[in-house]
């Protein structure tokens, strides 16, 4: 029997299966409502700056005494994890540097330790049970179905101790269940800190214009409204990135989700021209000159995912950025992926003067092109306030970083730590 959540309701989306609505008024900036995570797992990389159990920073973690590897903020948390931490601990010890299983593998193991355990419908199953999450396992191509394979062998190799594994059938389906539902937890900065399952967020459905925008609390996730909501109006979030252009987002969903959008804004393809826009010229581009150039661009951004050294990835971005400029507008959005890039590879060399030139170059475009409280704005404002701080540009900081927590107050709400992190920073100054 499905539970019940105060201002909504489970219905029947058109074209797009189960689907989630409001039953009375939201507001701008109000709280839908919070989802505990059914199961979570923190990055590896984050180790030792978060704590494994509630995802806080801070500097003061208590490492294992047994593995060493986990950090917890106190006792506490550290006895809360242990039922989830017992089964990497020991093979964290036992395989030393050789235990690498992916971050899908360690979630899809605490899934099935936590399904064990877990007689009773879980408080974040008021409306979808975990085994009710959509799969697309009859939809995935070779190369899908062989990465889904290795992390089953992972999951086999690493846990297969201290886990009850299911059959070969069985894993294939929660691996594709997690992989189309699992959430990316994120910092104000939209780092990634870990991945999560909401079995009763997996009911919101995806659009290009949201309705909502999920963050993050620890490791629960708030859904809260970006648009004036009115009974009936279905909560609607962006599975994607929505800065590019229709085809692109389209390619996205397909290659991701197994389903193409067709909201007004994927009908009307109203931003393409604004996002793909050329550069100025005394005679008019040819269209088999842009479309080209386009190609070029999106090649570029996958061979940037082979992460070559820093130095050479800079090298990519500002040659690409030269080759690109010569047709497209600054405020292109192949043109600002690559400044993106190239700001993040100056922040990890720690060229500050480079990284604002190129966050300053993002603003402007991001603003129109992004829909209203986008997160990615906000993480642009926050990175270049950090900096201006780094170099002692007090003004530039502080008008930075309000313009950052205009938006971060709708999208996490005015209550949250980020925002009181914020306030204190601009009073400390």
Known sequence: MTGSIEGLERFDSPGKGRGLRVTRP????????????????LSVKERGCYCEFCFTRTQHLARCGKCKKAFY???????????????????????????CPSELSRLVARILAKKKMQKERCICEKMLLIGEMQSHTEDEDNEKREM??????????FYSKHLDVPDHKELLTLFSQVACNGFTIEDDELSHLGTAVYPDMALINHSCLPSV?????????????????????EVLISYIDLLYPTDDRNNRLRESYYFICDCQECKSKSKDKAKLKVRKQRDSIEPDVINNMVRYARKTIRDLDSVPPPSELLEMCEQSLEEMGAVFDDSNVYMLHMMYQAMGICMY?????????????LLKPYSHLYPPYSLNVSSVYL???RLYLGLERQS???????????????????DHFYIEELRKMIAQK
């Open 213 to 233: 925008i999920v963050t993050f609390k620890g490791t629960s996730a708030e859904v809260r409204a970006v648009q004036d909501m009115k009974p009936g109006d």
């Open 26 to 41: 939201f507001k701008v900036g109000e709280l839908l409502f919070s989802c505990p995570a059914y199961s979570h797992v």
């Open 383 to 385: 990175k270049l306030g």
């Open 73 to 99: 903020c106190n006792v506490k948390c550290q006895k809360g994890d242990w039922a989830m931490h017992k089964l990497e601990c020991s093979a964290m010890v036992a395989f030393g540097e050789n235990w």
């Open 396 to 414: 530039a900081c502080t008008s930075a970083v309000k313009k950052a927590m205009a938006i971060m107050e709708v999208a996490h709400g005015k």
């Open 349 to 361: 060399m720690q060229d500050l003067d480079g990284a604002i030139r190129y966050g300053e170059k």
């Open 148 to 157: 889904t394979e290795a992390d089953i062998a992972g999951l086999h190799r």
